[in-house]
């Protein structure tokens, strides 16, 4: 099952399950996003056509900025350049559901990612006391200086 479907200015052939980034959209309730504009929809029996019912539903992934690109303006002989930089935002959105007359068909669900235990310091067995160093030993000595040379009185 997929369907065909437009957001941002451009289509996108889409299935449950799938991973699309369109131009920054708005987040509706919850992260979930709905694409009004279906245009097309098929399923394994080969059918392929539009249908007033049908509805296209994802959830909001991530949402960044795309790679710079670089606009450069230049007009030999003329000493003109412009140096312009671009990044597109973007909001990555995973197709969950595909419904078309009554039918639905449904992502599979992601397993949830469990945190990571945090690691704790085994306890000291030594007295933290006894560990500690004297004062004086842990102290830098400085380094004697170098006494400067004299140069030789002249004589007349």
């Known amino acids: 099952m997929y369907a065909v479907i437009r957001a941002g200015g451009k289509q996108y052939r889409v299935a449950p399950g799938d991973v699309i980034r369109v131009e920054k959209v708005g987040t509706g309730t919850d992260g979930q996003v709905e694409f009004p504009d279906v245009l097309a929809v098929s399923s394994e029996e080969g059918q392929l056509g539009k249908q007033a019912d049908t509805r296209v539903v994802g959830q909001v992934v991530e949402e960044g900025r795309g790679a710079k690109i670089l ?7 003329k000493q003109y350049k412009k140096l312009r930089g671009h990044r597109q935002s973007y909001t990555a ?18 397993p949830k990612k469990e945190a990571k235990p945090k690691k704790v310091k085994p306890a000291e067995t030594v007295a933290p006391a006894a560990k500690a160093k004297p004062a004086k030993d842990s102290a830098k ?5 170098k006494a400067a040379k004299k140069s030789p009185a002249k004589k007349k």
């Not at 000595?141 to 200086?145: E, F, G, L, S, T």
């Open 71 to 77: 606009v450069f303006h230049y007009k030999r002989k």
């Open 93 to 110: 959105v995973r197709i969950t559901e595909i419904a078309v007359g009554g039918q639905s068909f449904k992502a599979p669900e992601l």
């Open 141 to 145: 000595k400085a380094a004697p200086k």
